[in-house]
């Protein structure tokens, strides 16, 4: 139809303008009211351990994690009510199957007149329990690459005896450096550890986005290739697939030839190249509780190890029930099928990932060294460049001392993830020893907050940034030599 031309003028226009958001609040929580003092009492007893402080009294923003934490959508809430709470063979695992089957491709899909290959769990972790437990006694010495483990991964693979190997692309440690998929696992290295001990890979994992490689996105161009290599030697490629709709935005957004291409379509590309994957359906599933293992029909794992299926199963039924509901109710399995419907919305992750992005340029604006251009789910700030002109050693640990006086001052809760997190602590010799990375992550739950709950954390660490040289060091009065210390430890300031 033809429009008037003053129409038509406007409306070129308008296009140049950011959008409002995709979505409007249907219900809204009120949040308690806390004063400071409450706040900073109650972290006292929590031993300024932020895991410990109760979420009820946070009246700021609560970005310790973007697992789980996300508000559902109408259809999600709606679509509880038709859960299926069967024991066998829950109407919702037939449409989870079938969600499945459409947003990775027709590969997955699970014959059920044969061995399984689409396995629920109640979260991720369990699924990389089932599969690590079964890959550990395919022999000695194994050793399992990928661009960045999770920690979870990392410590599923190593509590079965064998070795989680960090490829981190190079451009990751280069912090002026740019590139659009610092996420990309380095294949040169990948390519020699094939050299020297082939034998000893049982698959290889890509992790989408690269969460422990700060949230970075991964290109098509490295799964494709990863993939390439990796087949050539006979050894399947594995996707952790959490976060899966970011990657692909940023493949659309910024790998050569991808622009005009949909979401969906750049989705069922990446998976087109995996042989399996194992989801956290808490990020990228929209849900707020869920995992699976998927392995692709007739793919070079299921051909190469036949018998691990069935051994899937076993492990299955023995530590989650029945594989149709995998410690799952069967409304929460609707909550996934919608999620997943809802992710992969053009409008929807144009605004998830722009958020994020303006967040960390806000930050960065304000002077705070955090890693940019920011990844998909997070902003990292750097606390050893943080403290760099101060007093702080490693050993005060003031990325703990950061994100407990943000907490208790301005009611905003992080993540410490760098010095205690990956630290330890070796008892013999009476030393710590510190991780390569030391940071303090803002993880941001989708569909929570607002540009104006994110501009209010900005400027709280701003604030705390610019008296960095009165913060106080922490000592650790417990748990500092224990295993995953910093779900456990209590400190207190050194005044
Ligand atoms: C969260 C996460 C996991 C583990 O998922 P859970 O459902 O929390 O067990 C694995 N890998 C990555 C990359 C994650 O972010």
Redesign the pocket.
Known sequence: MALSAYLEHILKDAEELPPARPYINHAVAFKQPVTPRERAEALEKAGLNVFFYPAALINGCDLLSD?GTGAMTNEQWASLHYGDEAYGSNQGYFLLREQVRHTFGDLFFNNLTGSFNAFLFH???AAECALFTQIGKLGTGLIIPSNGH?D??HANIEANGMRALNLFSPALKRKEDSSAFKGDMDTERFIQLLEESRAKVPLVYL?ITN?TGGGQPVSLGNIAEVARIAHAQGIPLFL?A?RFAENAWFIQQREPGYREKAIPDIVREIFSYADGFTI?F??DGLANMG?GLFLKENGLFVRKYPRMSDALTNHQILTEGNPTYGGLSGRDIMTIVEGLKTVVRQEYLDYRTSQVQAFGEHMKELGLPVLTPAGGHAVYMDMTEFFSDTRMRHEDFGGISCTALLLAAYGHRACELGDFAFGSYDTVAGKDNFPEVNFVRFAVPRLRYEREDLEAVAGAVKALYDRRDEMPPVRVTYGRDLPLRHFKARFEFID
Do not use: I, M, P, V
């Open positions: 697992s979260q991720d972790r999770f979870t991964t992790t969460n952790d959490c956290s808490k990020k995992g």
